[in-house]
């Protein structure tokens, strides 16, 4: 495998992996409130804009990796529009 190809795999997974401890503390505390509602739209917004961007060019890694993000991100939004 090609260095490019291994440290793009690497980033994938920590950038996606990244949301997942702060979804399971908001989903175990419910606590929202110092989480920015603005942030989450925007970022969400970036994950679908990406995903999109990889179906279109046919990436798998990208497909996979914003999807992923998208669940424990639209998580986080989700919670924090509804204890708002």
């Known amino acids: 495998m090609e260095i490019p190809k291994i440290i793009g795999l690497a980033a994938a997974a920590l950038t996606t992996f990244a949301f997942f ?13 110092s989480i920015s509602l603005v942030m989450y739209v925007v970022v969400s ?5 990406w995903l999109v961007y990889g179906i279109l060019i046919n990436d798998l890694p990208l497909i996979l990796a914003n999807f992923i993000t998208l669940i424990p991100a639209l998580t986080i939004l989700i919670l924090k529009i509804r204890e708002n």
Do not use: E, N, S
């Open 21 to 33: 401890p702060q979804a399971v503390k908001v989903i175990r505390t419910r606590d929202t409130h």
């Open 45 to 49: 917004m970036g994950l679908v804009l």
